[in-house]
């Protein structure tokens, strides 16, 4: 069964510092790692879809990497701002129930003024 | 540009009462999707749709019907709803080609 972990859960950083958030996924069977922005209240945004065959995207200051082979993905958001404060989260596509998206617990971002 | 709209935003049920949530997108997107999001358990899919008229189960359907008969359209209902569908309920949508996900805004759904 696939797993999708974030770790922390939660982040506090002063503003203007560049972080790296961190998703893990159990299998590598997987057929893209889509990350998301939830502001409180709020649905989830779209920002970055990696497919599996590709090593990143970029979007303006934010920056994803995924390495399949070791299930692993970074979110690294550059000159971070207390805008970018939002629960981030991954989810990951699987080959088989490809319908089916696995999404990790987040991540609690807050960028401190 | 309204993209996927949600209705209602909160609603309180008797354990035992029937509604039904309605998802509207105006993107023209084939698929959509409905998922309940819980403290500790993430986002789980709930039923989805690759197309007007066809559903499928995903990851927790039970107790959960629902129907797509306008592609605009896809509705959740709860025939007999139990505090353990006390939850907050995101319907999302996509084109045929992208896997990009649109979101609407939740609705904050409490059974007593």
């Known amino acids: 069964k696939q797993e999708v972990t974030q770790i922390p859960a939660a982040l506090s950083v002063p503003e203007g510092e560049n972080l790296v958030l961190n998703c893990s996924f159990t299998?590598?069977?997987?057929?893209?790692l889509q990350w998301f922005r939830q502001d409180p209240g709020k649905g989830l945004t779209s920002l970055l879809l990696?497919?599996?065959?590709?090593r990143e995207q970029t979007s303006g200051r934010l920056n994803a990497s995924l390495d399949k082979s070791s299930g692993r993905s970074t979110l690294y958001i550059a000159a971070s701002q207390p805008g970018d404060s939002a629960t981030y989260l991954c989810a990951v596509r699987l080959i088989q129930g490809a319908q089916k998206l696995v999404f990790g617990q987040g991540t609690r971002l807050t960028i401190n003024p | 540009n309204a993209g996927v709209t949600q209705t209602p935003k909160f609603r309180v049920l008797k354990t035992g009462q029937s509604m039904t949530l309605l998802c509207a997108q105006d993107m023209n997107h084939e698929y959509m999707y409905w998922y309940r999001q819980d403290p500790g358990m993430g986002l789980r899919l709930i039923h989805y749709?690759?197309?007007?008229?066809?559903?499928a189960k995903g990851e927790v359907p039970d107790g959960y019907n629902v129907s797509r008969l306008k592609k605009q359209n896809f509705l959740l209902g709860l025939e007999s709803a139990a505090p353990s569908q006390t939850s907050v309920y995101f319907c999302?949508?996509?084109?045929?080609?992208?896997?990009?996900?649109?979101f609407g805004s939740g609705t904050q759904l409490s059974v007593l």
């Open positions: 999302a949508s996509r084109p045929w080609v992208d896997e990009k996900l649109f």
């Open positions: 749709s690759v197309g007007e008229g066809t559903t």
């Open positions: 299998d590598s069977a997987i057929y893209n």
């Open positions: 990696i497919q599996s065959s590709q």
